[in-house]
């Protein structure tokens, strides 16, 4: 089950949540990351564990990295945060 992490999100005026500050990229560039990763298998995006900073927005991510994406694209994450997937 996907969740949120409270101490990133912040409930919006409008009954919704949403991400504060320099997130929002932080967030999108790390889903381009991921995505990057796991098609190049072997190569990474940067030193920063791309996994790792989704993991810091979501809780109930599945444990591998492939499944941890489709996880968040069957949740819609994916396409909201990452302009091209609009």
């Known amino acids: ?14 009954g919704g949540y949403m991400l504060d500050g320099m997130d929002n990229m932080r967030l999108a560039t790390a889903l381009i990351g991921l995505e990057f990763e796991i098609k190049n298998h072997p190569m990474k995006m940067s030193r920063i564990s791309a996994f790792g900073v989704v993991k ?3 809780y109930g ?3 591998t990295k492939a499944g941890a994406f489709k996880q968040l694209e069957e949740a819609g994450i994916v396409k909201h945060f990452v302009p091209s997937r609009k």
């Open 1 to 14: 089950m996907l969740e949120l992490n409270g101490e990133r999100w912040v409930a919006g005026e409008e």
């Open 56 to 58: 810091e927005y979501f």
């Open 61 to 63: 991510l599945k444990r």
